[in-house]
């Protein structure tokens, strides 16, 4: 999976590195030592260093002085940060980046925010993700190459080891709530059993809760490398219809509903990783229905190419002197020179991945607004959203 193919909520860069909390530690209400005490760190030692006993203890217990270590918490206006990564979606394949498919929850997102058109690429979902999660380069995460293919040799064993910490567990460590929803494609091909070990899981990682698919894909309808935190589930017995897109971002709605209601003073970080548009392309038939009424792809893949490379010259996401590569004719036909049949069966086929891509855009779109709502209900700073994809005079 190739970072130029991902749609992602990228977040504010104070969020993401230990230099944005605050430099000198701050003591907040209540009193140091009571139960509700917090504290705020620099973030230059993780995990911090053992709090001192600041109380006093007697030969009698009416003579002692109880002291509770304070609760370490991120400064106050840290923002919520939602990240959101698409699988295998290529660079023009969103209408907000000059694809044909419409995206008008991502469209309205952009507005607001910023594209990137320069993003570093793996070209594989392992080491992408790898080096997502933990600011490096992917072989530094020991993602050289995808879980399956792991080798002992260093730099390709699927190990992230504990000097290489992830931003789940930077944040957590720094008073955030912290979870992961979708695909991990992070955990060792074998210790992703229930015989484990668990630290190369999601929570193993640093991550408070997860609730999602262990590997690089799964069945939308019933997936059985589903779990949650690290105990196997199936939602999906006796459900018919059952969708895990939409079952996946109920559950990330939920979570915030919960932490919100327990502790709306607390931010949290969110990675929201669906498995679209990876394999099986398993939309539900009312998104199929949509598209297919579009008409997108009836034209063929010839004069879809040249459309979408005239878009992407127009938004300023390509250079106005880039050229397309000679049509491999070799390869691929001309869409001119199929017959009825392969024209029909070619086009069902892209109408189902478009529908793939609008459901998750279309849900992850729900979650923005969600974090967005909730960070003016708690006087946070500011929410971040999917804030990948802007006006073209915007780019970066």
Known sequence: MNIRKILVALFFASAMSAPSFAHQ????????????????????????????????????????????????????????????????????????????????????IANSGLRYTNFHSTALCSPTRAALITGRNHHSAGYGVVAEQATGYPGYDSIITKDKATIGRILTDNGYHTAWFGKNHNTPEYQASQAGPFDQWPTGMGFEYFYGFMGGDTNQWEPGNLVRNTTPIYPYVGKPGWNLMTAMADEAIEYMNRINALSPEQPFFIKFAPGATHAPHHPTKEWVDKISAMHLFDDGWNKLRDTIFANQKRLGVLPQNAKLTPWPKDQIKEWDQLNADEKKLFIRQADVFAAFVAVPITRSAGLSRRSKTWASSTTRSSSTSAATMAPAPKAR
């Open 25 to 108: 530690t701050q003591q907040t209400a209540p009193a140091p030592g009571s139960p509700a005490a917090t504290i705020t760190i620099p973030g230059d030692q993780l995990p911090p260093p053992p709090q001192k006993f600041g109380g006093k203890i007697e030969r009698e217990a009416t003579k002692s002085t109880p002291y509770w270590p304070s609760r370490v918490v991120p400064p106050k206006g840290a923002p919520n940060v939602l990240l959101i990564i698409t699988d295998d979606a290529g660079y023009g394949v969103a209408g907000t980046f000059g694809g044909v498919i419409p995206t008008p929850a991502l469209d309205r």
